[in-house]
């Protein structure tokens, strides 16, 4: 079995978890397969266009720009623009300016209706004046507190990322028009806010949301479905191209999401080294049951699998462990594409499918699920409830 996963959560109240397994028709140098509607990136701090050559894209600077922020009216200071300090890595846009505050600030971006995605780009130094260690802030948009009294440079060095991003979606209604606004945390003195990029893209609608009264998500271990309605905000917590390489940006269908690599980071011992990582480049993908933008290609053409010695394969589960936070709801959209010659007809590889413990999927079958019509690109949603482990232990 081999999986994507990309997890996403929900500031009002839900946390959803996406797990991704796919495969799409994505190569370089041709259009990408689903195409903005909204587009906006924006450079804090910095005067001007600039052209990130990696993922493509022009970036905006905010000062004296169609995007230069409202500062908050009887505020003591206003923000302020500083450079990244010199750097032995070659600070690339949007990293190399920031807009920095010790009170607040607001960014109005013109938007359609339609869901779309947010994503913040922080590069946690000490830019002149202000302490790397004292930015502490929230941020709000479209009415949902996306993050609170939030740490970035603690994010930053748990993680081991040098420039941590936070990605969420929500749905703009006939407002047309999505205000994000940072502010310092009260939390602390010296506290203050800072942010070097934001990007605002559209993605199709009900990609990550369910239609009207269809499409209802299953709830593990409850015997409820659910739904993930336009008033419900998720964030991103991991995507991942099992099985592949990571995947930029510029290589998804063109909402520019980043695609991670599964690694040993989050596979367990076992499942390290028992698992083995199939490919196929040459299958040609079929999407019958989901859109061809859900996910690249490359997403389908690799997997990982519990390999083919049945001693092994039926000794040990294979395992990711995937750090989240409790007591949100997590949406986990896993991503299948049956791709091995070997594997031609329904019962050649039956598996189960548990989430957080609890059973998914007792008898999942690739095979069976494309129904015989030839369908290489499936998908399987469902939702679980992270609770802090005494909860858990009570529900039992
Ligand atoms: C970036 O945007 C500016 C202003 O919209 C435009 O003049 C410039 O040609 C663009 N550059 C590239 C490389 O697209
Ligand atoms: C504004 O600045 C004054 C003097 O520095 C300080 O006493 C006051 O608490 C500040 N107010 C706010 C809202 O930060
Ligand atoms: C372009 O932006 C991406 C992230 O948005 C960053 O990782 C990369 O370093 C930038 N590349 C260049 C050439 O500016
Ligand atoms: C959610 O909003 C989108 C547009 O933003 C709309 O097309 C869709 O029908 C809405 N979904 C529901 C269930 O109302
Ligand atoms: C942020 O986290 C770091 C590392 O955990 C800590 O040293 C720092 O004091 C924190 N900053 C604030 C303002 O809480
Ligand atoms: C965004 O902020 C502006 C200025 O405060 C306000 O006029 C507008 O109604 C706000 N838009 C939304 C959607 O909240
Ligand atoms: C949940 O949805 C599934 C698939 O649509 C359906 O088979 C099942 O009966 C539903 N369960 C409830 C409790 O509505
Ligand atoms: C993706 O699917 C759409 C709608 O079915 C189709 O029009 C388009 O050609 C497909 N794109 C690719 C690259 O296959
Ligand atoms: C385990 O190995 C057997 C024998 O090769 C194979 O038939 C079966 O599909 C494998 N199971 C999984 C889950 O890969
Ligand atoms: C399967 O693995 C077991 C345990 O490592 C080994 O003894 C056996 O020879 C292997 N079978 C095959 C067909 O490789
Ligand atoms: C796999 O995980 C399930 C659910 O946690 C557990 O019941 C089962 O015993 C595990 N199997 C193995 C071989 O570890
Ligand atoms: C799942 O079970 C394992 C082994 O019993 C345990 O270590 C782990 O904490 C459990 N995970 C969750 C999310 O309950």
Redesign the pocket.
């Known amino acids: 079995m081999w999986m994507t996963a990309c997890f996403i959560f929900s500031p009002p109240l839900h946390l959803s978890l996406f797990l991704h397994i796919i495969g799409s028709l994505v190569a370089g140098g041709l259009p990408p397969i689903y195409t903005l509607v909204d587009f906006i990136t924006v450079n804090c701090g910095y005067s001007g266009n600039l052209f990130n050559k990696s993922d493509n894209r022009n970036w905006t600077g905010d000062i004296d720009s169609e995007f230069s922020p409202l500062e908050r009216l009887g505020a003591n200071s206003t923000s302020l623009v500083r450079e990244a300090p010199p750097s032995s890595t070659v600070i690339q846009v949007p990293y190399a300016t920031v807009r920095i505050s010790r009170s607040e600030f607001t960014y109005i971006f013109p938007v359609t209706s339609g869901q779309k995605l947010i994503r913040l780009h922080f590069y946690p130094v000490s830019y002149a004046d202000f302490d790397r260690s004292e930015a502490l802030f929230s941020v709000k948009a479209g009415g949902y507190t996306l993050l609170k009294d939030f740490n970035v440079s603690a994010i930053a060095d748990a993680s081991r990322v040098e420039m941590p991003y936070k990605e969420f979606c929500v749905n703009i209604g006939e407002e047309k028009s999505l205000n994000i606004t940072f502010a310092s945390s009260r939390a602390s003195p010296d506290s203050y806010v800072f942010i070097n990029g934001i990007e605002i893209v559209s993605i199709p609608t009900n990609l990550y949301y369910s239609p009207a009264q269809?499409?209802?998500?299953?709830y593990i271990g409850g015997?409820?479905?659910y739904t993930i309605e336009n008033s419900t905000a998720l964030e991103m917590v991991h995507r991942i191209n099992i099985g592949g390489s990571p995947l930029s940006s510029n290589q998804d269908t063109g909402m520019y999401r980043n695609w991670d690599a599964d690694d040993d980071v989050y596979l367990d011992d076992l499942s390290s080294r028992f698992s083995v990582i199939p490919s196929n480049t040459r299958i040609q993908l079929k999407f019958f049951s989901i859109p061809n933008y859900t996910a690249p290609s490359e997403v389908y053409q690799s997997g990982r699998s519990m390999g083919t010695n049945k001693t092994i394969n039926k000794s040990y589960n294979l395992t990711w462990d995937f750090p989240v936070d409790s007591k949100f709801h997590y949406l986990v959209r896993l991503h299948f594409c049956e791709f091995q010659n070997q594997i031609t007809s329904s019962g050649d590889r039956t598996f189960q499918i548990y989430i957080a413990n609890q059973s998914a999927d007792q008898d999942a079958d690739i095979i069976q699920w494309s129904g015989g019509n030839g369908d290489t690109s499936l998908q399987r949603t469902t939702l679980c409830l992270c609770l802090t482990p005494p909860e858990l232990e009570a529900r039992k």
């Open positions: 269809s499409h209802w998500i299953e015997q409820i479905n």
